[in-house]
């Protein structure tokens, strides 16, 4: 493979036959399917909104009205900025705590952080590797704080159904994709005593409108995934003016798009090779890492969404980046930090990492280029 692409999701002739049937009007009842088919999957009662963020705003909305004297929702240090952005959308206030190697929360830290104003924990299974959220939920329901089981990153392992709201997410860059931005989300209401209020809540979301544009921008940015060696990061690689256009309307809250809902429901066929298929290239990772490389998040036989490697040495993120891109690897800095406070909590754990691809389609032999270019960069 001369180029390494990132792998930001899975899409074949399938998701895009769905996405004309959307255009055309034939797909409406794919939302309907899409639900029936995540429940019978264990997901139970599933709320499809048009991103993973709209789910977390509900949750918040509907917690917070039920105990409206705490103001304050945990997140990890680490995290996707969209949860704290949609903590204080919900008019709340963000507060971080720490994370350990692995990227998820410090569960022997969290008990500092437990106290009379806090309203949820949000418990984040970063990049499919799992949090014990029944532990989560020991330390913080004494306590009377809730918790958001965020499976944003992973479906699958039953991740989503513990607490008493679970999230799912279906943009780019997460185990099955119906598009982006808008690429649809699951809100996941575990908490039989929040039903009556999140079904209000969820029923007064608008539609979601249909947008040609960002499909035309999702292909060029995330399913063709073009010239790693040119256009450097994400950001840079799209049109402007249509990114511009698409992030102005990707706040708005609605249901799940029917293309988005009908481009999952083709893609869950493949749910098991996708996941077969990563769990395999991060194993060809472990094994081909050169000294001074790990994954922090590694365990044998385990699914990952996406491939985190860190190292010793003197090379930064941003050395390895621009040396793996000329190489022709697409590659991906970590999230940044989303606060002050997460930035001391963090010190210096992201100075060192970096995201490699994921592509469902690499071969070994791929992965064992990429890491030999890994083992010149950080040299
Ligand atoms: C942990 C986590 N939760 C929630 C979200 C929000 O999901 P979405 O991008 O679908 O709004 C993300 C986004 O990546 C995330 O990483």
């Known amino acids: 493979m001369r180029r390494a692409r990132m792998g930001y999701c899975h899409w074949g002739a399938a998701e895009f036959r769905a996405v004309l049937s959307g255009w055309t009007g034939r797909a409406a009842d794919a939302p309907e399917r899409l639900t029936q088919r995540l429940a019978?999957?264990?997901?139970?009662?599933?709320?499809?909104?048009?991103?993973?963020?709209?789910?977390?705003?509900?949750?918040?909305?509907?917690?917070?009205?039920?105990?409206?004297?705490?103001?304050?929702?945990?997140?990890?240090?680490?995290?996707?900025?969209?949860?704290?952005?949609?903590?204080?959308?919900?008019?709340?206030?963000?507060?971080?705590?720490?994370?350990?190697?692995?990227?998820?929360?410090?569960?022997?830290?969290?008990?500092?952080?437990?106290?009379?104003?806090?309203?949820?924990?949000?418990?984040?299974?970063?990049?499919?590797?799992?949090?014990?959220?029944?532990?989560v939920a020991g330390l913080a329901r004494p306590h009377g704080i809730r918790v958001v089981d965020d499976a944003a990153h992973v479906l699958g392992d039953s991740m989503g159904t513990r607490g008493d709201f679970g999230l799912l997410s279906f943009d780019q860059s997460k185990t099955l994709t119906g598009g982006m931005p808008n690429g649809g989300g699951a809100l996941l209401v575990n908490a039989p005593e929040f039903r009556p209020a999140v079904t209000s809540a969820w029923e007064a979301l608008p539609d979601a409108p249909l947008r040609r544009r960002h499909h035309a921008w999702f292909a060029y940015g995330f399913v063709l995934d073009p010239l790693p060696r040119f256009l450097p990061n994400y950001g840079a690689r799209f049109v402007r003016p249509v990114a511009r256009w698409c992030e102005a309307r990707n706040n708005k809250r609605s249901h799940i798009p029917d293309t988005a809902a009908a481009a999952l429901l083709a893609q869950l066929e493949r749910l098991g090779d996708i996941r077969a298929a990563r769990t395999r290239i991060c194993g060809w990772y472990a094994d081909a890492l050169p000294n001074g490389a790990r994954m922090p998040q590694y365990a044998p036989g385990a699914y990952r969404t996406r491939m985190i490697v860190t190292w010793d040495g003197g090379a930064t993120t941003k050395d390895v980046q621009e040396r793996l891109i000329g190489a022709g690897i697409s590659v991906r800095a970590p999230y940044r930090a989303w606060s002050d406070d997460a930035a001391a909590m963090l010190g210096s754990q992201l100075d060192r990492m970096i995201e490699l691809p994921g592509n469902i389609r690499l071969r070994e032999a791929d992965v064992r280029r990429i890491a030999a270019e890994l083992a010149r960069a950080i040299a």
């Open 40 to 135: 019978a999957l264990g997901y139970g009662d599933v709320r499809l909104v048009n991103r993973g963020k709209t789910g977390l705003v509900l949750a918040f909305q509907v917690m917070k009205a039920a105990a409206p004297e705490r103001r304050k929702v945990l997140v990890p240090a680490y995290c996707c900025p969209a949860v704290p952005h949609a903590v204080r959308e919900a008019g709340l206030d963000p507060v971080s705590v720490p994370v350990g190697d692995d990227l998820n929360l410090d569960l022997a830290a969290l008990p500092g952080w437990l106290a009379r104003d806090v309203l949820a924990v949000v418990a984040v299974h970063m990049y499919g590797a799992r949090l014990d959220v029944d532990a």
